[in-house]
């Protein structure tokens, strides 16, 4: 009898082993197939797998994965990565859809980890969430960008740095350079001046390492961090979060040490750049007493450092894709320069009020703001509420992908997308056309990009100024290289793009 009866309870302990094994087994497959259940009404998608989601199928660049999975699931689609919800707007009708007709629904920012870091929790202008603070500092950047970067002041910001280009030209003349490195330069110092009333040297040695720190972060920062997509994993301690906190200090050092001689020159009777200007709005906002909270140190630290660096980085960016075309298509490069020497000659800087009457010159900038998309995919949108659109429902929070490269590279829109053309923006008449629907290069709406009017003024005046003084050519000895074929495939390899070209003085 206790034989059977310890035989029974043997039985019995196995038993209920198993039973709690098969349980949990089924609890945690529930749950992880939970995890991918779509939201009710939700766009369709890939359905990834448990836990991860479809991290594993973004294997290539976005653009050119989210241009498949358009081509299986419709314009607009949805997946998960990690704990995040996606929903990808492609083509024209769609993403004006969402960005003008419902721009509050879609003026939300993602709440990444990675960026909390870098912006010393949401407190810039890009990539804070939208609110009244949001508001504030973006009218005040507005107004500023208005008063000191638009007409004869943005000229002469400009104009003062052509000399020390050509002095450094004068001594790289005959060999081949990175244009990079001189563009960064020239925005640098534009920039400097624009924003503290700064003046460097072309070289400084502050501003070579600040652009050799710009690079990591941009490197760095653009692979983001798990946390962003596991809200878990800020709990673990890994190098991560810790490698962006020291190199986002590191570069927000240098800008630091001008916002400290900028305010020891700060003079209330003479506001002369952008961070005078936040400073007057911070003093003001203190003794009327109103929103001293929306205009502390930080915030208005964060305003400037977005200012300078998108500003740099952007028109850096499209001169350096424009030299690589320009070099690759030399007969453009000739009818740009005929137009030059046609209306402005040789024997006056461009001004701003040359617009309009280089149709060939414009339209071959809009072609290449086009062309090489270089924010294929813009900075991430968030419902800010739940939203029906295009059918579906999409819920508060969501995190939603603009995808700028199926308008720009569209072929409903586009005669031959593939082609550099700057015909794709001109009329049969051969001026400027209105521009067409598909083209988006700095977004629109309530998050469309704050410094457009100055990005396209200094785009226009530098891009002029070079083709009426200087010639661009392929370096001795590598005529056959295709330098388009040496750009990476990849959004963040092709801010890492490297060439070098001759950059040789007209006669």
Not at 198 to 206: Q, R
Not at 322 to 338: G, S
Request: net charge negative; with cysteine; hydrophobic share 40%.
């Amino acid at each position: 009898m206790i034989d059977l009866l310890g035989a029974g309870e043997s039985g019995f302990g196995q038993f209920n082993a198993l039973t709690i094994t098969a349980t949990l087994g089924v609890v945690t497959a529930t749950l992880a197939l939970w995890t991918i259940m779509r939201p009710n009404r939700f766009p369709p998608g890939p359905r990834g797998l448990p836990i991860v989601g479809s991290i594993f199928s973004l294997n290539d660049s976005p653009e050119v994965v989210f241009g498949e999975w358009a081509k299986r699931y419709g314009d607009i689609f949805g997946f998960k990565a990690g704990e995040r919800w996606m929903v990808v707007l492609n083509r024209q009708a769609l993403i004006k859809e969402a960005v003008l007709k419902q721009g509050v629904d879609f003026a939300g920012r993602p709440d990444f980890y990675s960026v909390n870091i870098f912006t010393e929790g949401f407190k810039d202008i890009v990539f804070s969430p939208y609110s009244e603070t949001w508001k504030l500092h973006r009218k005040l950047a507005h107004s500023a960008l208005r008063h000191f970067a638009t007409g004869k002041p943005l000229q002469g910001l400009i104009s003062s740095v052509y000399p020390k280009v050509e002095k450094k030209l004068a001594m790289t003349e005959g060999q081949p350079i990175d244009p990079k490195v001189l563009i960064t330069l020239i925005m640098y110092n534009v920039l400097a001046q624009m924003c503290f009333g700064l003046s460097y040297e072309l070289e400084d040695p502050n501003v070579t390492q600040w652009m050799d720190v710009n690079n990591d972060v941009n490197e760095k920062l653009g692979l983001g961090l798990a946390a962003d997509i596991f809200s878990w994993a800020k709990y673990i301690p890994t190098s991560g979060p810790r490698m962006i906190k020291e190199i986002t200090e590191t570069m927000f050092g240098f800008l630091r040490s001008q916002v400290d001689e900028a305010r020891e020159h700060y003079d209330p009777e003479n506001i002369n750049d952008f961070y005078s200007l936040l400073l007057k709005a911070q003093e003001d906002a203190r003794k009327e007493g109103e929103n001293v909270d929306k205009l502390t140190d930080t915030h208005i630290f964060q305003t400037v450092a977005d200012i300078f660096g998108a500003g740099i980085q952007t028109t850096v960016e499209t001169l350096y894709w424009a030299m690589a075309l320009l070099v690759t298509y030399p007969e453009i490069q000739a009818k740009i320069r005929a137009e030059i020497d046609d209306v402005i000659g040789r024997d006056r800087l461009p001004t701003i009020n040359d617009r309009g009457n280089l149709p060939y010159t414009e339209a071959s900038l809009y072609e290449v703001l086009r062309y090489s998309s270089i924010a294929p995919i813009a900075v991430p949108h968030a419902t800010s509420r739940d939203t029906e659109f295009g059918g579906y429902h999409i819920p508060k929070g969501t995190t939603v992908m603009i995808n700028t490269h199926s308008m720009h590279y569209d072929p409903q829109e586009w005669d031959q997308p593939d082609k550099f053309l700057p015909e794709h923006f001109l009329d049969d008449g051969g001026t400027i056309r209105e521009h067409p629907p598909s083209f988006l290069p700095f977004g629109a709406g309530r998050r469309g990009c704050l410094g457009e009017a100055v990005a396209k003024a200094d785009l226009f005046l530098i891009f002029t100024w070079f083709l009426q003084n200087y010639t661009f050519s392929k370096a001795p000895g590598k005529e056959s290289e295709d330098i388009l074929k040496m750009i990476p495939k990849t959004a963040s390899g092709r801010l890492l793009l490297s060439y070098e070209i001759m950059i040789n003085k007209r006669d």
